[in-house]
């Protein structure tokens, strides 16, 4: 892999415009391994411009140029000479198909995931599925190639590491991701700022949206999984994103049940379903419908709409 990181260092070394993106409702580790990046390039005085489809949730208000993602499309009619897309397993997750037909040729994608389910679809691909997060392989690329993090940068890729661990909950926590979080926060990285903005940063909204789902949880005991849904009602004049985080919470918090799975209506006239599990590859059950993720925490999107029965949620067209 070091060698891949060493071919990405030079091919940024002699970009003159890069373009970042990452998935769309860009999580803690999305952003974290993003902004490191973006930070990195600023510095580097490159012509970077970060992208992403849906704007930063507000809780990550505190990493340093969150404020200069764009929702602009028409940044899609400008050429670059490289594209770096982050913690995406396919370039769909980014909602960017139907806009990178308008990119000028010439440019390379460099992907950097840490998705067992990635599809391999850059020129560059660093894709580690031992790692933790997407912020952990943006770690060692730093590192590989002798970069100097700075506590800008350790405050992004600690967000990223902690999120997707779940603060270090998950089966993805290792001996090298509780040392690289050490080393970051060594580097400066802001914890309590992120500890505050992460695990304590619920609204009343919040709560109470979480109540009407927790409400619903139902048990299917011949698969052994817990399910929910989020109707597109239910979030009607509410600030977006209070859901996330759902999947995480009920994994971590029900005992006795072994997978979770967490179906939100989307305005597309989609269903997108997250799944979690302590057991159970549940990446094999998201790739059957289109999806990918990792073995204990998976997600996919379909089109159709939910209907509440007696034995759960379905999905009917």
């Known amino acids: 892999m070091d060698h891949l990181f ?44 970060a992208f992403c489809v849906d704007a930063p ?12 993602y764009t929702q602009d499309p028409k940044i899609f009619d400008q ?14 997750v980014c909602g960017i198909t139907d806009l ?16 067992l389910t990635n599809t391999r679809y850059g020129h560059f691909n660093l894709v580690m599925p031992e790692a933790s997060s997407a912020s952990e392989v943006v770690f060692h690329f730093f590192e ?16 990223g590491v902690l999120t997707d661990t779940n603060n270090f909950s998950t089966s993805s926590t290792s001996a090298e991701s509780l040392q690289i979080a050490s080393r970051l926060f060594s580097a400066g990285a802001r914890y309590h700022e992120i500890a505050q903005r992460i695990h304590n940063y619920q609204s009343v909204d919040t709560l109470k949206l979480w109540g009407k789902l927790l409400s619903r949880l139902n048990h299917n005991a011949k698969y052994d999984m817990a399910t929910t849904y989020i109707l597109l009602e239910d979030l009607k004049g ?48 998201a790739q059957r419908l289109g999806g990918g993720g990792h073995k204990l925490a998976a997600g996919f999107t379909v089109k159709g709409r939910i209907k509440v029965t007696p034995q759960g949620p379905q999905i009917i067209n």
Request: proline share 4%; charged share 20%.
């Open 100 to 115: 990178l037909p308008r990119l000028p040729a010439g440019y390379q994608i460099a992907n950097l995931d840490h998705h």
């Open 57 to 68: 949730a507000r809780m990550f208000g505190y990493l340093d140029n969150i404020h200069r």
């Open 144 to 159: 590989t190639n002798n970069i100097f993090i700075d506590a800008a940068m350790a405050t992004s890729l600690l967000t």
């Open 79 to 92: 050429p670059y000479d490289l594209m770096i897309v982050l913690d995406s397993g396919d370039l769909r």
């Open 6 to 49: 060493k071919q990405l260092h030079q091919a940024i070394r002699q970009a003159d415009r890069i373009l970042l993106t990452m998935h769309q409702k860009p999580d803690g580790d999305a952003l974290g391994a993003s902004s490191a990046m973006f930070n990195w390039l600023l510095r580097e005085n490159k012509n970077v411009t």
């Open 238 to 285: 509410l600030p977006p994103g209070l859901e996330d985080g759902l999947a995480n919470f009920l994994s971590s918090m029900i005992s006795q049940v072994d997978a979770i799975m967490v179906l939100k209506e989307l305005s597309t006239g989609e269903v997108k379903g997250s799944l979690r599990s302590k057991t159970r590859d549940v990446s094999k059950l």
